[in-house]
């Protein structure tokens, strides 16, 4: 087990936003393994307040780059995922389906393809497209693919001192 958690943990280190994808399609059981780990994502009392729309026709794709203002570069990847909460879970709705949008985004690192979370607000046009019913909210849009060019660079974080406190806020953890 400690290994998998290092490869997780690696995951996490390493995934960066992808914007521009390579001209090879992703295999369908890796896209569906995609949408599988933000289904298996936990929510609040399990209530899995969200729908995952998965788009892999090239209409579709392209009807995503025109409708997401910070996601025109979906019209080049290889598939996306529309994710949406239930209006009625509110603030909760947002913190699960942001849950599953991270689930997705590592397993699809893990699997070499990458991804990034465009939209975020103004996506009503994409629910209406994409047939959910207004009882839903569109939080984001994951457009998937091959990265087109090797992927590396240094993650810009705060130093760890500045974000992370041991027993009490502004003491050094230990």
């Known amino acids: 087990m400690l290994h998998m958690a290092h490869e997780v943990f690696e995951a996490v280190r390493t995934v960066l936003a992808v914007r521009e994808y390579a001209d090879r399609d992703i295999p369908a059981d890796e896209v569906r393994r995609i949408a599988e780990a933000g289904r298996l994502t936990a929510s609040a009392s399990n209530g899995q307040p969200w729908h995952f729309i998965v788009v892999?026709?090239?209409?579709?794709l392209q009807k995503l780059g025109s409708l997401v203002r910070t996601g025109p570069y979906t019209v080049n990847a290889r598939a996306a995922v529309i994710v949406a909460y239930e209006k009625a879970a509110g603030s909760i709705g947002v913190s699960d389906a942001s849950r599953a949008v991270q689930s997705m985004?590592?397993?699809a690192w893990g699997d070499g393809i990458g991804s990034n979370w465009t939209g975020f607000s103004d996506l009503d046009r994409v629910r209406a497209e994409f047939?959910?019913?207004d009882t839903y909210v569109v939080i984001a849009v994951m457009p998937l693919g091959y990265p087109k060019r090797k992927v590396v660079g240094n993650k810009k974080r705060k130093p760890f001192d500045e974000v992370v406190s041991g027993e009490r806020f502004g003491s050094?953890?230990?």
């Open 56 to 60: 892999r026709e090239r209409a579709g």
């Open 105 to 107: 985004i590592l397993a």
């Open 131 to 133: 047939g959910l019913p």
């Open 172 to 174: 050094p953890l230990r």
